[in-house]
């Protein structure tokens, strides 16, 4: 079960790969700062998690605008998703939770999709600058993407 709003959201240290190599992606780096819209997918190269993804991507302005940083995270190796957000054209930061720690530590690790093994649930939480979830979603079904208004509306209420 996704953990509740008013939690303290867990820390991380994720790999994300970009032109320059590996770096680390990580909920503390924001805090103080600016707040962080986390958003976890099952799979990389996969139809739904694409249009998410996708269309995430197309409005990264506006989460900016609601001082924001949207990072996605999936059970995938840094490297298939470093390949799937160039084919893709997806501009916003990619974090792999290979070790699934991450997903497990959010209460959103599905023990099996279709076979294919332990995998991230679709779920989002806006996660404040002190840390504290404001919003959780887990959807009801891999295939459901997250209420992407309320997120606006839950960042929009945190000023």
Do not use: H
């Amino acid at each position: 079960m996704a953990l509740s709003t008013g939690t303290q959201a867990p820390d991380f240290t994720l790999k994300s790969k970009t032109a320059d190599g590996l770096k680390d992606v990580s909920l503390s780096a924001n805090l103080g700062k600016k707040n962080t819209v986390l958003l976890f997918f099952p799979l990389a190269f996969t139809g739904v998690c694409t249009q998410e993804m996708c269309e995430i991507s197309g409005g990264l302005s506006a989460y900016g605008d609601l001082n924001a940083e949207v990072i996605g995270v999936s059970v995938d190796s840094p490297f298939a998703q470093e390949a799937w957000a160039t084919k893709e054209n997806i501009g916003i930061t990619l974090a792999s939770d290979l070790n699934k720690t991450t997903a497990k530590n959010y209460g959103v690790l599905l023990d099996d999709l279709i076979g294919l093994g332990s995998v991230a649930a679709r779920a989002a939480f806006v996660i404040d600058q002190a840390g504290i979830i404001q919003y959780s979603e887990q959807t009801p079904t891999p295939k459901d993407l997250p209420d992407f208004e309320a997120i606006k509306a839950a960042l929009a209420k945190l000023g």
